[in-house]
């Protein structure tokens, strides 16, 4: 159980690591000056896989987190 939480955690780290900003820079994101930072952005291709891989493995950690701790 440890380890499979140990490995999902490390990939979901570098599927993390590999999205995509939608800001341009930092001093965009502290300042705000990104107005359209939360408008709706159409994903594709390879940015939807990555989304959705990262929302899947998410939810395979949770699941997995409650899972442990009912058992143990």
Do not use: H
Not at 28 to 50: H, M, P, T, V, Y
């Amino acid at each position: 159980m440890e380890a499979a939480l140990l490995i999902i955690s490390i990939l979901l780290i570098l599927i993390v690591l590999l999205q995509s900003g939608k800001a341009e820079s930092a001093a965009q994101i502290l300042s705000g000056g990104n107005n359209d930072l939360f408008a709706n952005r159409k994903e594709r291709g390879s940015e939807l896989f990555i989304s959705r891989l990262t929302l899947a493995l998410g939810v395979t950690f949770f699941v997995i987190c409650l899972v442990a701790m009912f058992i143990e």
